[in-house]
């Protein structure tokens, strides 16, 4: 009976032991596979060979390179605006790179480029403007970076600048100055279509000032170029007289109770003779016939003591006087 039982205990601990290692070697072997299938290198092969060079199979660092595309261009004239598209590969640009569009020399070469435009981000697109100085002929253009630099290809396909805008003037008549209740006419010279910096904004090629400032014009002409040039009007109030038309004596000034008008040079001549306070108000207007040999006297007795202007009107010119009445 006790040889039994010994038996019995010895024959299960050996199916224990057997069940033991069969677990055993079942778990290593279900490991070993999946990383072999996994690929995960064994000792031997993460070992660096003498032969084999350092970062041998690496994958390098790429670099972005950036593409000039089609350019389109919205006017064939100087001074028009141009879409210049272009596309990043290789990766990304650094923080801080701006993208800048390049026009090239006449005939597409680019020995002295100038900038027409610039974008911070990368939109694949760059708003750019022909500067108005460009003369006639046939362009390209290219993008450069700037963190990492690069530049692009010319653009695949080439602008032509067929017009440059006309140059534009502003003739003031008679002067370039106005007085209190005084007016000139302003006009541009071009030809075309016309757009004053007045409010409201005056189409017409001339226009009438009453007040001293800046005054501008773009003209657009038929071809759609544009031209912008502007004019200073002044105020007689801070002009010398010895810069106005000296074509009146008015004396003497400053004056009490009566000064005198004379013609200085030229034909008799019939004038309007208006007197304006600061405020552009008429205090006084009359007409005389001037001469050079033959003064005229105008009463200023009932005006109060300060400063005037008088202006002298004919059919050849107008003169505007500054004059100081005092008691």
């Known amino acids: 009976m006790k040889t039994q039982i010994q038996l019995q205990i010895k024959k299960a601990k050996f199916i224990g032991m057997y069940f033991v290692l069969f677990c055993l070697f079942t778990f290593f072997f279900i490991n070993g596979a999946f990383a072999q299938s996994a690929g995960t290198p064994s000792v031997q092969s993460s070992v660096l060979r003498p032969s084999q060079g350092f970062g041998e199979g690496l994958t390098p660092a790429t670099t972005p ?10 006017s064939t004239c100087a001074g028009g605006n141009l879409v210049v598209r272009f596309t990043v590969t290789g990766g ?3 923080f801080g790179n701006v993208f800048t569009a390049q026009l090239s020399n006449m005939g597409g070469a680019f020995t002295t480029p100038v900038n027409i435009g610039s974008i911070a981000f990368n939109l694949g697109i760059i708003p750019a403007t022909i500067p108005a100085n460009t003369n006639f002929g046939i ?3 290219r993008v450069i970076t700037n963190n990492p630099a690069d530049t692009s290809n010319a653009s695949p396909n080439f602008i032509v600048i067929t017009q440059v805008a006309q140059l534009n ?3 003031a008549s008679p002067h370039n100055y106005v007085c209190p209740g005084d007016s000139i006419t302003l006009t541009a010279n071009n030809i075309g279509t016309y757009a004053w910096s007045t409010t409201p904004v005056q189409t017409t090629q001339s226009i009438k000032v009453t007040l001293p400032g800046i005054y501008s014009v ?3 002409d038929a071809l759609t170029c544009q031209s912008t040039t502007s004019d200073t009007v002044s105020n007689c109030n801070g002009i010398a007289e010895n810069i106005l038309q000296q074509m009146v004596s008015v004396f003497p000034n400053p004056v009490n109770d009566y000064f005198n008008l004379q013609l200085k040079t030229g034909n008799p001549t019939d004038a309007v003779i208006t007197l304006i306070n600061p405020l552009g108000e008429v205090l006084m207007k009359t007409k005389m016939h001037l001469s050079s040999d033959n003064e005229k006297i105008l009463a200023v007795s009932s005006i109060s003591p300060g400063i005037y202007f008088l202006r002298i009107q004919t059919m050849d010119f107008i003169e505007t006087k500054r004059i100081e009445v005092i008691r």
Not at 65 to 74: F, G, K, R, Y
């Open 169 to 171: 003037h502003i003739t």
């Open 218 to 220: 773009t003209t657009t």
């Open 139 to 141: 362009y390209y253009v």
């Open 65 to 74: 390179t950036v593409t000039c595309d089609s350019v389109l261009q919205t």
């Open 92 to 94: 990304s640009f650094n």
